[in-house]
T-cell receptor, first 113, second 115 residues
Framework: AQSVTQLDSQVPVFEEAPVELRCNYSSSVSVYLFWYVQYPNQGLQLLLKYLSGSTLVKGINGFEAEFNKSQTSFHLRKPSVHISDTAEYFCAVSDTGGFKTIFGAGTRLFVKA | DSGVTQTPKHLITATGQRVTLRCSPRSGDLSVYWYQQSLDQGLQFLIQYYNGEERAKGNILERFSAQQFPDLHSELNLSSLELGDSALYFC??????????????FGPGTRLTVL
């Protein structure tokens, strides 16, 4: 069975600073990895996903993530954040051949002026 | 706007009651997923349907049931409601049966309050 750990429940950061949201997963088989974002009072939407190929994945709104198989990590990064990036971010994993997607507990990113 | 619609937006009811939440997937999507989001448990996968058939089951209580109809809309039925069932319930849809690769498109959610 897979599991996902998001290492930080909250990350405060100043506007225009870089940010990294950390995600580690556990699985005995190959996985697909996702980052979703939830803005206040909205549903989740996909930021990016890793299925195969290049380990550096670029997503929407200037976000990117790197798949590191040896460290079982899929950290999300953005070089310069905006106030509008304030939201909750969820890392998720599904195993190849499976149907369930398991979500992490979420990291609340709070961007300060 | 993801194209997934959920009704109602808010629902307030009493313990012991039964409610039905409705979801219409994006046009052309065959899979529907249900999730429960609460402060203490986070986002929990409940159940997935693909083209009318149950495909995967998560942490869904026996008091809860779901179905997907021929027109692909789905309903989540919650019965014998308890205070702890108060949560945001999300529906998501995806184009295919998944096999783990699909992007899920989430609706805006139904906020259930059990008093």
């Amino acid at each position: 069975a897979q599991s996902v750990t998001q290492l930080d429940s909250q990350v405060p950061v100043f506007e225009e600073a870089p940010v990294e949201l950390r995600c580690n997963y556990s699985s005995s088989v190959s996985v697909y990895l996702f980052w979703y974002v939830q803005y206040p009072n909205q549903g989740l939407q996909l930021l990016l996903k890793y299925l195969s190929g290049s380990t550096l994945v670029k997503g929407i709104n200037g976000f990117e993530a790197e798949f590191n198989k040896s460290q079982t990590s899929f950290h999300l990064r953005k070089p310069s954040v905006h106030i509008s990036d304030t939201a909750e971010y969820f890392c998720a994993v599904s195993d190849t051949g499976g149907f369930k997607t398991i979500f992490g507990a979420g990291t609340r990113l709070f961007v300060k002026a | 706007d993801s194209g997934v619609t959920q009704t109602p937006k808010h629902l307030i009811t009493a313990t012991g009651q039964r409610v039905t939440l409705r979801c219409s997937p994006r046009s052309g999507d065959l899979s529907v997923y249900w999730y429960q989001q609460s402060l203490d448990q986070g986002l929990q996968f409940l159940i997935q349907y693909y083209n009318g058939e149950e495909r995967a089951k998560g942490n869904i209580l026996e008091r809860f049931s779901a179905q997907q109809f021929p027109d692909l809309h789905s309903e989540l039925n919650l019965s014998s409601l308890e205070l702890g069932d108060s949560a945001l319930y999300f529906c998501a849809s995806s184009p295919t049966g998944g096999l783990g690769t699909d992007t899920q498109y989430f609706g805006p959610g139904t906020r259930l309050t059990v008093l």
